[in-house]
């Protein structure tokens, strides 16, 4: 069985990284490198983002949600004003999954991964308050 964290992986937080991408590229005008840099990830990695050769699947499940799509907005609006430092932005992906997993957003597509029984409440039960 893939428990809900593998989809965190696998799909939110390239996702999560398209989305803020995508945003300090085409409304601050900034560079894939500086993009990466911020990010600190490699250029090469931004440019399978852009072009949805990563972080597809999980972007077209997550880019209307109100939390992921306002979240990656303010975090792409503050790393641009260089006001978010990686830490930050660690920080804010963690509390994102925090909140992911204590909602439907999760359970809905762990259910759809693994064709789980709609009763299942493996996501409700998993912990994910911060210690």
Do not use: W
């Not at 300090?24 to 090469?44: D, F, P, W």
């Not at 440019?47 to 209307?64: A, I, P, W």
């Not at 609006?77 to 997993?101: G, H, M, Q, W, Y």
């Amino acid at each position: 069985m893939r428990p809900p964290c593998e989809l965190i992986v696998r799909d939110v937080i390239p996702a999560f990284r398209t989305l803020v991408a995508k945003q300090l590229i085409k409304k601050h005008n900034l560079s894939q490198m500086e993009v990466a840099k911020r990010l600190g990830i490699t250029q090469a990695t931004i440019s399978y983002y852009l072009y949805s050769k990563r972080g597809k699947k999980g972007v077209e499940q997550l880019q209307s949600k109100p939390l992921v799509r306002s979240t990656a907005d303010e975090v792409a609006e503050r790393i641009a004003n260089d006001k978010f430092s990686l830490i930050d932005t660690t920080l804010v992906f963690c509390k994102l999954c925090r909140a992911l997993k204590g909602g439907e957003v999760l359970c809905d597509m762990h259910k759809r991964s693994v064709s789980l029984p709609e009763n299942c409440n493996v996501c409700a039960e998993t912990p994910h308050k911060q210690a």
